[in-house]
């Protein structure tokens, strides 16, 4: 079976613009979770969403938004992009969205804003 | 943001030496995870753990979940120069769907 995918791999922006990653979760995973890796750093927890609802969200502003489609695959979107906000932006899927899950991650996707 | 204190922060090891690292949190958690990143990879679970107490093992790899529920153990026996990575703990408390992940271990096998 497929793991997690993520798209793009690799993604340079400019200061302001705006950027949406994508995320196809494992087989069977109703629940997908977005991460912020920086460089040197442990993955920041920034949204999770299960059964298109979203269950939990982590200490990012409004600029970062996400969505889950019908289909339990997952948009992130960052608008007035920062040069902070470069990272490697990490999705993660588990079966259902409750307290002591399993999570797998995808290849991430590497965000560099100039 | 939030991270848990692991420790060592970086080792050298021998071929074949056995490795202990460890994960602590000032907070209770129900639940924790070990992963191993590789560079411009994403991170992959080694083991999960659930319960106060509990010992799993995968392969090589043995961890324990402390009984106070504010640690973890990661144990490598025999390590292989393929152990070379970064290693992650992620820990979930009790009524929360985030996990907190620790700053990480950097483990380097010499040959």
């Known amino acids: 079976d497929a793991g997690v995918t993520q798209s793009p791999t690799h993604l340079i922006k400019t200061r302001g613009q705006h950027v949406t990653l994508r995320c196809s979760p494992i087989?069977?995973?109703?629940?997908v979770s977005w991460y912020q890796q920086v460089l040197g750093q442990g993955p920041q927890f920034i949204f999770q969403?299960?059964?298109?609802?979203?269950?939990g969200r982590g200490n990012f502003p409004d600029r970062f938004s996400a969505r889950q489609f019908p289909n339990y695959s997952s948009e992130l979107n960052v608008n007035a992009l920062l040069l902070g906000d470069s990272a490697l932006y990490l999705c993660?899927?588990?079966?259902?969205?409750?307290?002591?899950?399993?999570?797998?991650f995808g290849p991430g996707t590497r965000l560099t804003v100039t | 943001g939030q991270q848990l204190n692991q420790s060592p922060q970086s080792m050298f090891i021998q071929e074949g030496e056995d490795v202990s690292m460890n994960c602590t949190s000032s907070?209770?958690?129900?639940?924790w995870l070990w992963y191993k990143q590789d560079p411009g990879e994403g991170p992959v679970l080694l083991i999960a753990?659930?319960?106060?107490?509990e010992l799993t093992s995968n392969g090589r790899l043995t961890a324990q979940f402390g009984i106070t529920r504010k640690d973890s153990f990661l144990n490598i026996s025999a390590s292989i120069p393929s152990d070379v990575g970064i290693y992650f703990c992620?820990?979930?408390?009790?009524?929360?769907?985030?996990?907190?992940f620790g700053t990480g271990t950097r483990l380097k096998v010499l040959a």
């Open positions: 907070s209770i958690f129900n639940t």
């Open positions: 087989s069977g995973h109703k629940s």
């Open positions: 992620a820990g979930q408390s009790s009524g929360t769907y985030k996990y907190i």
């Open positions: 993660a899927s588990s079966r259902q969205g409750q307290s002591s899950y399993e999570q797998y």
């Open positions: 969403y299960y059964e298109k609802e979203e269950r």
């Open positions: 753990l659930y319960k106060a107490g």
